[in-house]
């Protein structure tokens, strides 16, 4: 049995009280799936330091607020592609420093992560970094320099590129947002709540990937992801666990991750246990 930490987006709540806790338990692999500071960046290279501190293997996939400003993230949400690319510059620098404070943590986007643990033999496959969701691709200019990817297209061809290198049959992709096809209701696991006609919101480069990994006959354990909130805007809960073609969806987004309980402070993660017979999943309160 695999025992996998998935910690979601952290939105600077991420410290020395969790570092000791991962480092003590048994698990065998975290995944963070992004997301490590604010719409100001604020506070994300101290959530890094914390990171790098982690004795574990942790893989962490970039979010639409890791390493981009604000002025970034308005020009995605206003769709305004001059101004996206002016944005952009200082991007490149941004990512390199963050990288260098997370240390041997493994940033991920687009790659392949090859496991054996336990006698157990799989592969996560990293999805696109810096996603925000929706039938757009966030984050061209950084994307096109980076991978040479200038549309949803060129993100699946590169996605299932990954899966063709990939030699493991027993996948698990990790996302910053999860895939489309999985509900347009505003409670669905990534559906849309900050509008009224909600809608799906999830990314259809990655359901395309996990089609293809499927017809290649590989085994898509489960997809791990976050980004939109388990809270809905309004009120409301969201689905964050969803089983269908033999993979199991999570999102591990539970926004503010440290909260009070019973008069309390406890913290939030997910746990998934992987084996021959599947995957199961834990919603960990600490």
């Given at each position: 049995m695999v025992q996998i930490a998935v910690i979601g987006d952290i939105h600077l709540q991420f410290d020395a009280t969790d570092v000791a806790y991962f480092n003590q338990s048994d698990d065998d692999l975290l995944l963070?799936?992004?997301?490590?500071?604010?719409?100001?960046?604020?506070?994300?290279?101290?959530?890094?330091?914390?990171?790098?501190?982690?004795?574990?293997?942790?893989?962490?996939i970039p979010g639409n607020h890791?390493?981009?400003?604000?002025?970034?993230l308005l020009a995605e949400i206003w769709h305004l592609g001059w101004f996206a690319r002016l944005t952009a510059v200082g991007?490149?620098?941004?990512?390199?420093?963050?990288?260098?404070?997370?240390?041997?943590?493994?940033?991920?986007?687009?790659?392949?992560?090859?496991?054996?643990i336990h006698d157990f033999d799989f592969a996560v496959i990293a999805a696109r970094p810096f996603s925000m969701g929706g039938p757009w691709l966030s984050f061209h200019p950084y994307l096109q320099r980076q991978y040479g990817v200038n549309s949803l297209a060129a993100s699946a061809a590169l996605l299932k590129a990954q899966i063709d290198a990939t030699p493991s049959?027993?996948?698990?992709?990790?996302?910053?947002?999860?895939?489309?096809?999985?509900?347009?209701t505003q409670e669905a696991i990534w559906g849309c709540d900050f509008r009224p006609e909600a809608g799906d919101f999830g990314d259809p480069d990655l359901q395309e990937a996990?089609?293809?990994?499927?017809?290649?006959?590989?085994?898509?354990?489960?997809v791990v992801a976050g980004h939109m909130h388990r809270t809905l805007k309004g009120g409301g809960v969201r689905d964050w666990l969803v089983h269908k073609d033999g993979t199991i969806y999570v999102n591990g987004a539970c926004v503010p991750r440290i909260f009070t309980?019973?008069?309390?402070?406890?913290?939030?993660?997910?746990?998934?246990?992987?084996?021959?017979e599947g995957v199961t999943v834990r919603d960990m309160i600490i």
């Open positions: 963070c799936v992004g997301d490590l500071g604010t719409i100001l960046r604020r506070g994300d290279t101290a959530v890094a330091d914390s990171l790098s501190q982690l004795q574990k293997p942790v893989l962490f890791d390493t981009v400003t604000a002025w970034q991007q490149a620098g941004r990512v390199a420093r963050l990288q260098r404070r997370l240390g041997r943590v493994q940033w991920c986007g687009y790659s392949t992560h090859p496991f054996v049959d027993n996948l698990i992709f990790l996302a910053h947002n999860g895939p489309s096809g999985l509900g347009s996990i089609a293809y990994a499927r017809t290649s006959g590989k085994r898509v354990l489960a309980q019973n008069e309390q402070f406890v913290r939030h993660h997910l746990q998934l246990l992987v084996s021959h």
